[in-house]
């Protein structure tokens, strides 16, 4: 039940951005408001997605293997997304060289794909991978290029997001 509530709870982001938008209230300032909160949700989601394992019984329980993950975690972490934008950036501009809007959408999902790999091979879970994809590819010059050219399966995507984590 606490990991229903958790999702529902902080997946509201996916849902209210996109009314914010079509009415018009991101700029008022119960709109700049509501982001913020939006925002702070989201942080708090990193968090949760080391914790889940743990909170469902299917992680270690000993308080020697949890520090070692969390370490794991952070530094894997840090260093992944740290070493993987200073090459996504030179990989990008290859990709923005042949003006292929394929290419970019097919890119992305390998990011998120080898994250999540990544993410599994720390002993995460690949819903963590997918959200240090997200980190990644939103910290890169073709961020706005990324979010056009994955606009048309962004429902698609989110849908099988919250079905499988």
Known sequence: A????LS????TSAFV??????????????GQAATSILLLQDLAVAPLL?????????????????????AKASLGFGSVIFVGSMIL??????????RSTETFAALCLLVSVGMG???????L???????????????TNYRAQIQA??????????GIFFMIA
């Open 125 to 139: 879970t690949d819903t963590a991978g997918a959200f240090a994809a997200g980190v990644l590819l939103a910290n």
């Open 50 to 70: 080391v914790l889940l394992p743990y909170v469902v019984g299917q992680g270690p329980t000993d308080y020697a293997a949890i520090s070692f993950l969390t």
């Open 17 to 30: 951005f996109p009314v914010l938008n079509e009415r018009g209230w991101e700029d008022d300032e119960s």
């Open 117 to 123: 790999t990544i993410a599994k091979s720390l002993g």
């Open 89 to 98: 950036q030179r990989i990008f501009a290859l990709v923005a060289a042949t």
């Open 8 to 11: 529902l709870t902080l997946s």
């Open 2 to 5: 606490l990991v229903i509530a």
């Open 149 to 158: 050219d994955i606009a048309p399966f962004k429902g698609i995507l989110l």
